[in-house]
């Protein structure tokens, strides 16, 4: 409204002035106008009185004359009216003839323009013009009418002209004011719109685009010019940022300056296991511990576990809190305790008999219970609660892991609407075929759309989730920004392959391949010369032992010469035990082996050693290091961690990494040899290349998987999901501060 008015009043000056300005010379039109009118009148009364006036005249009656010129003076508009028989006699004439005019200087008003007479009583118009008369000379007729009713005239026309301009100038305004406010309110719009990112990542907790059609090509314009900005700064990052622990710590406290940091995960960073009257603390061999840690000791966050070991409880504040490193304490671990029934249902049960083969498809049937998903739901809402009471404010950044948590992004938005919940799926994501078996599948979807980014190892994982919600869910899908909006909330479906740390832990690479090779062949009763394969996995079904295990039978089949001279050591850590599906795995992997083995072992050490325990992560990286080959055969697997370790323990550059394509770490390292483990014919050969493969050639395709692996660490990894938090929170308060500026 104040802009409007702003507006309008100089507009209305403007109007009113040039009205002002063009009523004169309105006025001297109509005049000219009148003046004209006048003249012809004048004639036209001549003519009239030509004849009467000469009869008159020629009667020499005088006193008639002047009778008749005072009764035709009584229109109102002839003022007076005079006869001039000559220049040098007295004019014949009414009253009202003014003085100024006399016979002897009638000439002065002949001329065409000088008609008017300026008087008291307002201006006249004087007309001379010749009659015929009793003399030899014509005579002259006087006319002289009354111009004031033009002065009147002149004045309503000049009023008339005013008011029609501020007419004008109400309407102009007014159509320019509405016009104005159109266009002002979808500029404001358009360049809201543009701050909150639309099209880039929308504006959290809208769906709505810009609408404004004429904006468009410039919305569209600068969008591709943030892109253009956007990626051409992470090209610079990912060029210049050598990521390691330390510049994961620095980009954090720079970007997250202050920032409430939690993680949320089912297994925590430290177990405390009693071992008598001692309490042992435990750390779990995993990748994804080694990549948050960095993150929890830069933020002091808290991370949110199951609390598991025999002597968590004994350790915890009134909190159950704990603070960890135990040596050095730098952030807390908060506790999340749960019933027998509770782990059944939620861990064993929904998660690892329901989600875990729903997402493989390695071929073993999912398993839902209701009683399972009841558990499900309850334990993804405890946590829900652990988030919400160890939130320090009102926006934490939530780092939620894996398939245990598909309902809690969305608890969590729900209890903390500014938080960004950044969800990251370890296991691969089925086709919306696959998925839709899943009873509770929509509730799945709607947990995980809580998140403000949703993270998955590989493109193709990310393109079968938006596919999933496009198929079963009323959401906005834009498959150009690769973002789903459900319900107004905006989730960003991102690729974030996880790797591993590198360099690696100097501890469990600081024996030297020589000794791990002849160490290890000594262990298990192995000539020196002896080739060996190396397999480390948990026992799974997914992993594709079993298939392993026939390609290896069929090389001995195929190129029966490597009998008793090759022998492969699978390394297996019982997991999930209690899972019926998996005793079932474990107990098939036992027999194989053994029956293989019965096949081939009279010539020479048996062709597979299976070690079903876990082992110390030196000594997974001492079998990595004495190997001459790792097979990974997974029959789909998120990413594979294991193939990156084989590659990092190899700082000799030799050994020959085979590798399941169903795997995401395939995407990443060509350089491998790329298998079907269903296919065991292939992976006999892929086996027998290794064995035989020149050094020259395993360092060439060594080198190269390093580099890579080097490059794309795990810090890498957790540091892109927090960066782009960060410029999604930098852009959420720049919306914010603009919705407040503009009310
Ligand atoms: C999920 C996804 C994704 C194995 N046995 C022992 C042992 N391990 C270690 C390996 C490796 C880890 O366990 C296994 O990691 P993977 O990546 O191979 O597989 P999952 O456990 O299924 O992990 C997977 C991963 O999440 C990360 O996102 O890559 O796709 O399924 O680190 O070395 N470690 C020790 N003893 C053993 O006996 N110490």
């Given at each position: 409204?104040?802009?409007?008015l702003?507006?309008?009043?100089?507009?209305?000056?403007?109007?009113?002035a040039?009205?002002?300005?063009?009523?004169?010379?309105?006025?001297r039109?109509?005049?000219?106008?009148?003046?004209?009118?006048?003249?012809s009148?004048?004639s036209?009364?001549?003519?009239?009185v030509?004849?009467?006036?000469?009869?008159?005249l020629?009667?020499?009656?005088?006193?008639?004359?002047?009778?008749?010129?005072?009764?035709?003076?009584?229109d109102?508009?002839?003022?007076?009216?005079?006869?001039?028989a000559?220049?040098?006699?007295?004019?014949?004439?009414?009253?009202?003839?003014?003085?100024e005019?006399?016979?002897?200087?009638?000439?002065?008003?002949?001329?065409?323009?000088?008609?008017?007479?300026?008087?008291?009583?307002?201006?006249l118009?004087v007309?001379?013009?010749?009659i015929?008369?009793?003399?030899?000379?014509?005579?002259r007729?006087?006319?002289?009418?009354?111009?004031?009713?033009i002065?009147?005239?002149?004045?309503?026309?000049?009023?008339?002209v005013?008011?029609?301009f501020?007419?004008l100038a109400?309407?102009?305004?007014l159509?320019?004011?509405?016009?104005?406010?159109?266009?002002w309110?979808?500029?404001?719009?358009?360049?809201?719109?543009?701050?909150r990112?639309?099209?880039?990542?929308?504006?959290?907790?809208?769906?709505?685009?810009?609408?404004l059609?004429?904006?468009?090509?410039?919305?569209?314009?600068?969008?591709?010019?943030?892109r253009?900005?956007?990626?051409?700064?992470?090209?610079?990052?990912?060029?210049?940022i050598?990521?390691?622990?330390?510049?994961?710590?620095?980009?954090?406290?720079?970007?997250?300056?202050?920032?409430?940091?939690?993680?949320?995960?089912n297994?925590?960073?430290?177990?405390?296991?009693?071992r008598?009257?001692?309490?042992e603390?435990?750390?779990?061999?995993?990748?994804?511990?080694?990549?948050?840690?960095?993150?929890?000791?830069?933020?002091?966050?808290?991370?949110?576990?199951?609390?598991s070991?025999?002597?968590?409880?004994?350790?915890v504040?009134?909190h159950?809190?704990?603070?960890?490193?135990?040596?050095?304490?730098?952030?807390?671990?908060?506790?999340?305790?749960l019933t027998?029934?509770?782990?059944?249902?939620?861990?064993?049960?929904?998660?690892?008999?329901?989600?875990?083969?729903?997402?493989?498809?390695?071929?073993?049937r999912?398993?839902?219970?209701s009683?399972?998903?009841?558990?499900?739901?309850?334990?993804?809402?405890?946590f829900?609660?652990?988030?919400?009471d160890?939130?320090?404010?009102?926006?934490?950044?939530?780092?939620?892991?894996?398939?245990?948590f598909?309902?809690?992004?969305?608890?969590?938005?729900?209890?903390?609407?500014n938080a960004?919940?950044i969800?990251?799926?370890?296991?691969p994501?089925?086709?919306?075929?696959?998925?839709?078996?899943?009873?509770?599948?929509?509730e799945?979807?709607?947990?995980?759309l809580?998140?403000?980014i949703?993270?998955?190892?590989?493109?193709?994982?990310?393109n079968n989730?938006?596919?999933?919600?496009?198929?079963?869910?009323?959401?906005?899908?834009?498959?150009?920004?690769?973002?789903?909006?459900?319900?107004?909330?905006?989730t960003?479906v991102r690729?974030y392959p996880?790797?591993?740390?590198w360099p690696?832990?100097?501890?469990?690479v600081?024996?030297?391949v020589?000794?791990c090779?002849?160490?290890?062949?000594?262990?298990?009763d192995?000539?020196?010369d002896?080739k060996?394969g190396?397999?480390?996995?948990r026992?799974?079904?997914?992993?594709?032992?079993?298939?392993?295990?026939?390609?290896?039978?069929r090389?001995?089949?195929?190129?029966?010469?490597?009998?008793?001279?090759?022998?492969?050591i699978?390394?297996?850590a019982?997991?999930?035990?209690?899972i019926?599906e998996?005793?079932h795995?474990?107990a098939?992997?036992?027999?194989?082996?053994?029956?293989?083995?019965?096949?081939y072992t009279r010539r020479?050490?048996?062709?597979?050693?299976?070690?079903?325990e876990?082992?110390?992560p030196?000594e997974?990286?001492?079998?990595?290091?004495?190997?001459?080959?790792?097979?990974?055969s997974?029959?789909h697997d998120?990413?594979?961690?294991?193939?990156?370790?084989?590659?990092a323990?190899?700082?000799?550059?030799?050994?020959?990494?085979?590798l399941?394509?169903?795997?995401?770490a395939?995407?990443?390292l060509p350089?491998?040899?790329?298998?079907?483990?269903y296919?065991?014919?292939?992976?006999?050969?892929?086996?027998?290349?290794?064995?035989?493969?020149?050094?020259?050639?395993?360092?060439d395709?060594?080198?190269?998987?390093?580099?890579?692996v080097?490059?794309?660490?795990?810090?890498?990894?957790?540091?892109?999901?927090?960066?782009d938090a960060?410029?999604?929170?930098?852009?959420?308060?720049?919306i914010e501060?603009?919705?407040r500026?503009?009310?």
């Amino acid at each position: 409204m104040r802009l409007s008015l702003r507006f309008v009043l100089p507009l209305m000056l403007v109007l009113a002035a040039i009205a002002y300005a063009v009523a004169p010379m309105v006025d001297r039109l109509t005049l000219t106008w009148f003046v004209r009118d006048l003249d012809s009148r004048a004639s036209l009364v001549a003519n009239t009185v030509q004849e009467p006036l000469q009869e008159l005249l020629t009667a020499g009656r005088r006193v008639k004359i002047l009778e008749f010129f005072n009764r035709i003076t009584r229109d109102e508009r002839l003022f007076a009216v005079g006869y001039c028989a000559a220049p040098t006699a007295k004019a014949l004439a009414t009253r009202s003839l003014p003085p100024e005019i006399q016979c002897a200087e009638l000439a002065r008003w002949e001329g065409p323009n000088n008609h008017l007479l300026p008087s008291n009583q307002g201006p006249l118009h004087v007309t001379v013009l010749p009659i015929a008369g009793e003399a030899a000379s014509p005579g002259r007729l006087v006319l002289v009418q009354d111009m004031s009713f033009i002065t009147r005239r002149s004045e309503e026309t000049k009023r008339y002209v005013f008011y029609l301009f501020m007419g004008l100038a109400a309407v102009v305004s007014l159509i320019t004011v509405v016009v104005a406010q159109l266009s002002w309110r979808g500029w404001v719009a358009g360049m809201r719109s543009l701050l909150r990112g639309e099209g880039l990542l929308r504006r959290p907790g809208s769906s709505a685009a810009p609408t404004l059609p004429g904006f468009k090509p410039i919305a569209r314009d600068l969008q591709r010019l943030i892109r253009d900005l956007e990626s051409d700064a992470h090209a610079r990052d990912e060029a210049q940022i050598a990521w390691s622990p330390e510049s994961l710590r620095a980009i954090l406290r720079s970007e997250l300056r202050g920032e409430d940091v939690l993680v949320v995960s089912n297994r925590e960073p430290y177990i405390h296991q009693r071992r008598g009257d001692r309490i042992e603390v435990q750390r779990p061999a995993s990748g994804v511990v080694t990549a948050l840690e960095p993150i929890m000791r830069a933020c002091s966050g808290t991370w949110i576990a199951h609390g598991s070991g025999s002597a968590d409880r004994e350790v915890v504040d009134r909190h159950d809190r704990v603070a960890v490193p135990p040596e050095n304490p730098a952030y807390n671990i908060r506790r999340v305790w749960l019933t027998p029934e509770e782990e059944a249902g939620y861990y064993f049960g929904f998660a690892n008999e329901g989600l875990w083969p729903l997402c493989h498809i390695a071929h073993v049937r999912p398993t839902f219970r209701s009683g399972d998903w009841a558990y499900y739901v309850a334990v993804n809402r405890k946590f829900a609660r652990a988030v919400v009471d160890e939130s320090k404010t009102k926006d934490p950044i939530v780092l939620v892991q894996d398939y245990h948590f598909a309902l809690l992004p969305n608890m969590i938005h729900e209890e903390l609407p500014n938080a960004t919940v950044i969800t990251f799926w370890h296991i691969p994501w089925p086709n919306p075929e696959s998925f839709a078996i899943c009873p509770w599948r929509d509730e799945v979807l709607e947990g995980m759309l809580g998140s403000s980014i949703l993270g998955f190892h590989t493109q193709s994982h990310c393109n079968n989730f938006v596919d999933t919600v496009d198929r079963f869910l009323e959401a906005r899908v834009d498959r150009a920004a690769f973002t789903v909006s459900l319900g107004g909330k905006l989730t960003a479906v991102r690729r974030y392959p996880i790797s591993i740390a590198w360099p690696p832990n100097p501890e469990i690479v600081q024996t030297s391949v020589a000794d791990c090779r002849s160490s290890m062949r000594q262990l298990n009763d192995l000539p020196p010369d002896h080739k060996v394969g190396v397999g480390v996995d948990r026992l799974d079904y997914t992993k594709g032992i079993l298939e392993r295990f026939s390609a290896i039978e069929r090389l001995l089949e195929l190129k029966p010469e490597w009998v008793g001279r090759f022998s492969f050591i699978q390394v297996a850590a019982p997991t999930r035990t209690g899972i019926e599906e998996y005793e079932h795995h474990e107990a098939q992997v036992r027999a194989m082996a053994t029956r293989i083995n019965a096949r081939y072992t009279r010539r020479g050490p048996p062709p597979i050693l299976l070690k079903i325990e876990h082992h110390d992560p030196r000594e997974v990286y001492e079998y990595f290091r004495a190997a001459d080959l790792c097979f990974v055969s997974s029959l789909h697997d998120g990413m594979n961690l294991v193939a990156k370790e084989f590659v990092a323990a190899r700082d000799d550059e030799r050994g020959v990494l085979i590798l399941s394509q169903f795997t995401g770490a395939a995407r990443e390292l060509p350089e491998a040899l790329i298998v079907n483990p269903y296919d065991a014919d292939q992976c006999a050969a892929a086996l027998h290349l290794a064995l035989t493969m020149p050094a020259e050639q395993q360092r060439d395709r060594m080198r190269l998987m390093r580099g890579l692996v080097a490059e794309y660490n795990v810090f890498r990894w957790a540091g892109r999901m927090l960066l782009d938090a960060a410029a999604m929170r930098r852009r959420s308060r720049l919306i914010e501060k603009t919705a407040r500026t503009d009310t």
